[in-house]
C-alpha cells in the first residue's frame, strides 16, 4: 500500500488492522507526499499493489505510456477538506480563537508549517489559499508564506511537528486533526472549498493482486466506509470512476 501522508492515522489504526483481521491478508504501508509517491512509482523505486492518492493529478501522472502505463484507472471515494490546525498551547492559539485566520498568519514571530506544492496536492492548495487571501486581504506577508520554502515540510512529520510545538499551526485536511485530536479554523473567503479527493488504483504489474483487489474492496465495503466516516471524511456514493474497471472489481465501481 502506497498512500498519501495525510492518512497514516487511518491506514496504521484503523483500516490496515481491520482488514487483516477480515481477510488474512497482511497490510504494508509506505507514506509520503502523494505526487512524490507517484515519481517513485514511475521511477520503480518503490513497489506497491494499491496506490491511494490526494486528488486525481496523481492517478493521471502515472496513466498513459509516456507514464509508464501503471495506472489505467481510478475511483475517487472520499473528501477532506483543507484547514488550519494549530497547537493549543502556542502563544497563538487565543488569536485564532478571536481573530480571522488570514490575520493571525501575519503576526510576527508565529511558525506556519506547510507541505511541498510542488509534490504534494496538499501543499498546492495551500499556496492557492494563502495568494487568494494575500489578494483579497491586501495582506503581503501571506504572499511571503507562501513563497518561503523554510516552512515547507515532509507530509508525514507535520502533525508530529505541530504536536510536539515545534510549530504553531499548518496547513492540515481535517482527517489529520481529527486524528491528531488538534483544534482547527476553517479557511473562511475562498472563493471554492479546497479539500482533498482521495483516489485509489491498483497499480499495474501488482505483485499480489488477489490481495489489492481485496483491499479495494474492503476499503469500499461497509467497514472501510465506516471508518473513512469515523475520522471525518465525506465519503462518496456512488464512488465516481475514470477508466475501466477490472472485472474483479465490476461488483463494488463501475467504469464510465
Known amino acids: 500500500m502506497l498512500y498519501a501522508g495525510s492518512l497514516v492515522d487511518l491506514m496504521e489504526k484503523g483500516i490496515g488492522p481491520e482488514f487483516d483481521a477480515a481477510t488474512g491478508y497482511s497490510f504494508q504501508g509506505r507514506s509520503g507526499n502523494a505526487g512524490g509517491l507517484a515519481n517513485e512509482i514511475k521511477g520503480k523505486t518503490v513497489v506497491g499493489d494499491v496506490f491511494i492518492g490526494a486528488a486525481p493529478a ?22 477532506s477538506p483543507l484547514v488550519i490546525g494549530y497547537n493549543p498551547a502556542s502563544r497563538f492559539a487565543q488569536d485564532f480563537k478571536t481573530m480571522p485566520w488570514y490575520k493571525v498568519l501575519a503576526l510576527p514571530g508565529i511558525l506556519v508549517g506547510r507541505t511541498d506544492p510542488a509534490t504534494d496536492p496538499k501543499g498546492a492548495l495551500t499556496v492557492t489559499a494563502l495568494k487568494a487571501e494575500a489578494a483579497a486581504q491586501n495582506e503581503p506577508a501571506l504572499t511571503q508564506l507562501a513563497a518561503n520554502t523554510g516552512s515547507v515540510y515532509p507530509e508525514n512529520t507535520l502533525v508530529g511537528r505541530l504536536q510536539a510545538g515545534q510549530l504553531d499551526a499548518g496547513f492540515f485536511y481535517s482527517v489529520e486533526a481529527t486524528a491528531g485530536k488538534f483544534p482547527t479554523v476553517p479557511l473562511t473567503g475562498e472563493p471554492s472549498p479546497l479539500a482533498a479527493k482521495y483516489t485509489i488504483t491498483v497499480l499495474a504489474g501488482a505483485p499480489h493482486l488477489a490481495a489489492a483487489d481485496a483491499f479495494v474492496k474492503f476499503l469500499l465495503g461497509p467497514t472501510g466506509s465506516a471508518d473513512l466516516a469515523k475520522y471525518g471524511l465525506s465519503v462518496a456514493s456512488p464512488v465516481p470512476v475514470s477508466g475501466t474497471v477490472p472485472s474483479a472489481l465490476s461488483g463494488v465501481l463501475s467504469g464510465s
Open 58 to 79: 496523481n492517478d493521471l501522472a502515472l496513466e498513459g505510456s509516456a507514464n509508464g502505463n501503471w495506472a489505467s484507472w481510478y475511483a475517487t471515494f472520499a473528501q
